[in-house]
């Protein structure tokens, strides 16, 4: 499906349209990378490539309630409603592909589920111990494997006890060293939801290792995330995008977005943002300020040093929230198939060689 260009539209927008800043699929293209982002309200991952120099061309495909995703090497994982669902890239069978054939240059296939149960995992991520995930409903961090629904492995301070209750809205995750290292969270207190109180000064990061509160008062923290030596954040309630000292606590701006942000991926001097359209009837959201500037959805890319705004996608159509944004390097076509259609079942890949079955 083709993304449309800065054109009035006529008739109401077509499923999945958007609007693009020109210089975008050239800038894709010098990168070698394309787009992953997560929309749990319209229930898609999607890939946004380039097409060629000045075209971009989305491919989404249908998970439940995705959120976040994690990539190492040739795996993606991606959190979904009750599940983590673990795709792998395979390039040999890409060009083959039956329903387009010499159109992909990598195609992630289904591999592995692991059943969690609906344990609300936002910040998906590799580490040395395996699959990190932040298990928002039990306020913890977990490890997922095939041994249990997830495995507790560090919990805030201010948290007595594992439970069901979304105590403190624990959301972003950041690795150093393949070791968690900062989260973010919306609240403190160690009842059922009481983030909600203070929803747009409460937010925190939280030094993992020493489990110390290294910033407070922050506007709905989302995603950090590592970028040289310092630890960039979204502060969705105020829209901004900054930088936050780890030594220190002290936050500086980098841009002002004026839209409620969350989803970060940073590559080299880099960051993509994903931007999120705000519902005017959620509980959550209505009573921000930022959700009366918010009336776009898509991804804004920052220059990190200087601040200026690259470019920009805006979804006219299907796209309200986004969750989650990652950059696939080495890849300027890639597919993906889900595990709910027969499709994946027809792919067949072996150390030696790759199949697609017949009938």
Partial sequence: MNLKKNKKMQQPAAPFSCQYTPNLPEFLIQMQASIIITTYQ????IFISAKNE????????TFHKPMGVAL?????????KDEVIVLVNDKRIASAYPRKPNTYDNFFLPRATYYTGQVDIHDLDYGKEGLWAVNTSFSCLTLVNDDFSF?????PHFISDLASEDRCHL???ALQNGEPTFVTALGTENTPQSWRKNIVNGGVLIHVPTNEIITKGLAMPHSPRFYKDD???LLSAAGEFGKIDTKTGKYETITKL???VRGLSIVGDYAFIGVSKLRQNSSTFKHLDIAKLSNWSGVSVVHIPSGALVGQIKYLASVDEIYD?????DALRPGILNPYTEDYKKALSIPETTFWARG
Avoid: S
Wanted: avoid cysteine.
């Fill in 258 to 260: 004026d839209a409620f």
């Fill in 72 to 80: 190492q090497g040739n795996k993606m994982a991606v959190a979904t």
């Fill in 171 to 173: 959301n972003g995750m």
């Fill in 42 to 45: 319209a229930g898609k991952v």
């Fill in 151 to 155: 495995v507790p492995k560090w919990k």
């Fill in 54 to 61: 000045n075209e971009l061309i989305q491919l989404p495909r």
């Fill in 231 to 233: 630890l960039m954040v």
């Fill in 325 to 329: 944004i990652q950059v696939l390097p």
